[in-house]
C-alpha cells in the first residue's frame, strides 16, 4: 500500500532563512510520481511539481527546489530566502499504478509560518 | 482557461438529508477525481472516473455515497442520509490524460457542514 509520511506538522521561520520541508513514500510500484502542493490560507490546492520515478535529478524552479532520493525513499522541497507569502500548508503526495486508478495519496501536510 | 469550479462552495445542511455536490472539470480532461479533506488533514481518494466510466469506487465510505459523470464531463458526488461525521471538505481534481502521468488539478472545493 502506498504511505506518505510528512514528519514536520509545523515551521516557523523568519524571513529569508531557507528551509527544507521533509517528506518520505512507501510504494511497492516501481513506476510512481511524486506531487507537492501547496494550500494557502485561502484554501485553495495549488500544484507546484510532479516528478517520476524514473528522473532523480533534482529540480530547481525560482526560490523552489526538489531533492529526489530513492535509495531514501525521500522526495524533499526546499524554499531559499523564504517569503511571507510562501506560509501555507504543503503536501506531499504519491501515485502510483496500484490498482490502476493512479489516484493521489497525501500525507498529512506541513504548515509553514514564515514571519516577517 | 477556466479552472475546475466545483459548486456549491460552502453547504450547511441537517443530518439525514440529502445532499449533491457538482465538479466541472477543466475542458478536455479525461480523468476526474473526488477527495474529502477533514480539517488537519491531506485529501483521501473517494473515487475516480476516465470520461464517464466510474473506474473505481473503492475510496468510498459507505454505500450513501455515489459519484456519476454522465457524458464525460460535469460529475456529481451525491450522500444520501447525512450524517454529522460527513462534514468535511469535499474536493474535485481534474487531468488530462491518466493521472499518474499528468497532474490533477483541484477545484476549490466544496465545505459541507451537517448539523
Known amino acids: 500500500a502506498q504511505k506518505v509520511t510528512q514528519a514536520q506538522t509545523e515551521i516557523s521561520v523568519v524571513e529569508k532563512e531557507d528551509v527544507t520541508l521533509d517528506c518520505v513514500y512507501e510504494?511497492?510500484?516501481?513506476?510512481?510520481?511524486l506531487f507537492w502542493y501547496k494550500q494557502p490560507p485561502s484554501g485553495e490546492l495549488v500544484f507546484l511539481i510532479r516528478?517520476?520515478?524514473?528522473?532523480?535529478q533534482n529540480e530547481i524552479s525560482g526560490r523552489y527546489s526538489w531533492n529526489f532520493q530513492k535509495s531514501t525513499s525521500s522526495f524533499n522541497f526546499t524554499i531559499t530566502a523564504s517569503q511571507v507569502v510562501d506560509s501555507a500548508v504543503y503536501f506531499c503526495?504519491?501515485?502510483?499504478?496500484?490498482?490502476?486508478?493512479?489516484?493521489?495519496?497525501f500525507g498529512k501536510g506541513t504548515l509553514l509560518t514564515v514571519n516577517p | 482557461g477556466a479552472g475546475v469550479s466545483q459548486s456549491p462552495r460552502y453547504k450547511v445542511t441537517k443530518r439525514g438529508q440529502d445532499v449533491a455536490l457538482r465538479c466541472d472539470p477543466i475542458?478536455?480532461?479525461?480523468?476526474l477525481y473526488w477527495y474529502r479533506q477533514a480539517l488537519g488533514q491531506g485529501p483521501e481518494f473517494l473515487t475516480y472516473?476516465?470520461?464517464?466510466?466510474?473506474?473505481?469506487k473503492s475510496g468510498l465510505p459507505n454505500d450513501r455515497f455515489s459519484a456519476e459523470r454522465p457524458e464525460g464531463s460535469i460529475s456529481t458526488l451525491t450522500i444520501q442520509r447525512t450524517e454529522q461525521r460527513d462534514s468535511a471538505m469535499y474536493r474535485c481534481?481534474?487531468?488530462?490524460?491518466?493521472?499518474?502521468?499528468?497532474?490533477?488539478?483541484f477545484g476549490p472545493g466544496t465545505r459541507l457542514t451537517v448539523t
Open positions: 481534481a481534474s487531468s488530462i490524460g491518466l493521472a499518474g502521468t499528468y497532474e490533477q488539478y
Open positions: 510504494t511497492r510500484d516501481t513506476t510512481y510520481y
Open positions: 516528478r517520476n520515478s524514473f528522473d532523480e
Open positions: 503526495a504519491l501515485s502510483d499504478s496500484g490498482g490502476s486508478n493512479y489516484k493521489l495519496t
Open positions: 475542458s478536455g480532461h479525461v480523468s
Open positions: 472516473f476516465n470520461y464517464e466510466a466510474q473506474q473505481d
